[in-house]
C-alpha cells in the first residue's frame, strides 16, 4: 500500500515566519500529490495540485514543490489566518490517501 | 457559488445502515466525478469512494468495499453513501466533495459541510 507521511507533526512559528512542511511517498508518485489546510470545524480547503500549482483565490505566499517521492508545502510569510492543520494528498492510483497532516499553532 | 448541502448522519448501532445524502448547487452537478472522504480524530482523512458523471464507474476504499454504496441522481443533483454492516471504525465525519474541474476526479475542491455518523451502542 501506498503511505504518506508528513513532517513535522506540530510546527510552531510566529506571523511573518517562512515555514515548510514536508510530505513523503513510500513509492514515487510523480507530480500527483494536492494540499489542503483544514481549520477546527470545517472542512478541508484545496490549496495546490500537482505538487505545484496554486488553486485558484489562494494567496501566493503559498507555494508547492517535489517529485517522486518528496514534496514541500511551503508559506513564504506566515499570517494570521495560516494558523491550521495542513494535510498532503497523493492521486497515483485510485486509492487516493492523504498524509496525517501537519498542525501549524502560533 | 458551488455549495454541497449534507443530511443523514447520526447515532447507528454496530451491524446498522445509514444513507448518506449530499444535494449540490451552483453547478452543473452532471458534468463532475464526486466523492465521499471521511476523517476520524485518529486515523486523519480517508477517501471512501468515488463515482463517475453518469454513474457507470465507482471506486472504493479496500476497507468499505461490499459494505458501502456510493450513488448519484443528477436530475436531483443529489449524491449518496448508503453504508451497511457498520462497525464502531466507521465513526466519522462524512465529507461529500466535488472535483476541481470537469476533466479530474482526482483531488477535491469543494466540500460539503460533512455529516457526523456515529456507530455505537
Known amino acids: 500500500d501506498l503511505q504518506m507521511t508528513q513532517s513535522p507533526s506540530t510546527l510552531s512559528a510566529s506571523v511573518g515566519d517562512r515555514v515548510t512542511i514536508t510530505c513523503r511517498a513510500s513509492?514515487?508518485?510523480?507530480?500527483?500529490l494536492a494540499w489542503y489546510q483544514q481549520k477546527p470545524g470545517k472542512a478541508p480547503k484545496l490549496l495546490i495540485y500537482?505538487?505545484?500549482i496554486l488553486e485558484s483565490g489562494v494567496p501566493s505566499r503559498f507555494s508547492g514543490s517535489g517529485s517522486g517521492t518528496e514534496f514541500t508545502l511551503t508559506i513564504s510569510s506566515l499570517q494570521p489566518d495560516d494558523f491550521a492543520t495542513y494535510y498532503c494528498?497523493?492521486?497515483?492510483?485510485?486509492?487516493?490517501?492523504f498524509g496525517p497532516g501537519t498542525s501549524v499553532e502560533i | 457559488e458551488v455549495q454541497l448541502v449534507q443530511s443523514g448522519g447520526g447515532l447507528v448501532q454496530p451491524g446498522g445502515s445509514l444513507k448518506l445524502s449530499c444535494t449540490a448547487s451552483?453547478?452543473?452537478?452532471?458534468?463532475?466525478?464526486m466523492s465521499w472522504v471521511r476523517q476520524t480524530p485518529g486515523e486523519g482523512l480517508e477517501w471512501v469512494a468515488n463515482?463517475?458523471?453518469?454513474?457507470?464507474?465507482?471506486f472504493y476504499v479496500e476497507s468499505v468495499k461490499g459494505r458501502f454504496t456510493i450513488s448519484r441522481d443528477n436530475a436531483k443533483k443529489s449524491l449518496y453513501l448508503q453504508m451497511t454492516s457498520l462497525g464502531a471504525e466507521d465513526t466519522a465525519v462524512y465529507y461529500c466533495?466535488?472535483?476541481?474541474?470537469?476533466?479530474?476526479?482526482?483531488?477535491?475542491?469543494?466540500w460539503g459541510q460533512g455529516a457526523l455518523v456515529t456507530v455505537s451502542s
Open positions: 466533495a466535488r472535483a476541481l474541474t470537469v476533466a479530474t476526479n482526482e483531488y477535491f475542491a469543494h
Open positions: 513509492q514515487s508518485i510523480d507530480i500527483w
Open positions: 500537482k505538487a505545484s
Open positions: 451552483g453547478f452543473t452537478f452532471s458534468n463532475y466525478w
Open positions: 494528498q497523493q492521486y497515483s492510483n485510485y486509492q487516493r490517501t
Open positions: 463515482i463517475k458523471q453518469d454513474g457507470s464507474e465507482r
